[in-house]
């Protein structure tokens, strides 16, 4: 994986990796597009991931004095940057299961977890029941401590992405795809919150 770029947030005037920001282009009728993979062409400009620096950015002119014009900067454009990246993130884990490093279900979860080498993410589903999430959280404290867990999607989200209805646990390997996820992670979480606080729900065990 090569190494990120350094670029300057136009909101905050601050450099960062370009893993920690977004990249916004203007399209030909002048309006504001997120580019989540940054590869669109075109000139672009760089804002950090979260709600906070696209609001400051709207609130300073910044997109306007990042391209030199007049640009628009169309409503909802944070729940836009929302929107593709956890779109990109669902993809990722398509991807993966296509290359055999996502295991899915409880039984699998609980495999992936004791397994060698140690898994890179576990995904569960916002909407899961708690017990089965407990026991798996109790196993992970033991067999692979530190493994961040993230608990953005919905058992929905997550069954339309893999083609499989019911995906409440996932454990996903080392490997591109976790190393993708991990940076789309990083950046969802200034969106949504990516980690385990989210309300517990009734969704099956699977």
Do not use: N
């Amino acid at each position: 994986m090569k190494t990120p770029r350094t670029r300057r947030c136009i909101a905050s005037g601050e450099t960062a990796h370009e893993a920690s920001l977004i990249r916004v282009v203007a399209g030909p009728d002048g309006v504001i597009v997120p580019d989540i993979a940054a590869k669109l062409p075109g000139r672009g400009a760089w804002i950090s991931a979260g709600r906070e620096a696209v609001a400051i950015a709207i609130r300073r002119k910044a997109f306007q004095r990042a391209f030199e014009g007049p640009v628009t900067v169309p409503e909802g454009l944070a729940d836009e940057i929302e929107r593709q990246l956890a779109a990109r993130a669902l993809s990722i884990l398509g991807l993966a299961r296509r290359a055999g490093r996502l295991a899915m279900g409880y039984d699998g979860a609980r495999g992936a977890i004791t397994a060698s080498p140690s898994p890179a993410w576990r995904i569960e589903a916002s909407d899961g029941a708690a017990d089965g999430r407990r026991k798996l959280d109790q196993l992970a404290h033991r067999a692979a401590p530190g493994l961040p867990v993230a608990m953005c999607f919905s058992a929905a989200e997550l069954g339309a992405a893999l083609g499989r209805s019911g995906v409440v646990h996932l454990v996903l390997s080392p490997g591109p795809e976790a190393a993708a996820f991990g940076v789309l992670m990083g950046k969802l979480g200034g969106f949504r919150p990516v980690g385990p606080q989210m309300p517990d729900g009734p969704a099956g065990e699977s």
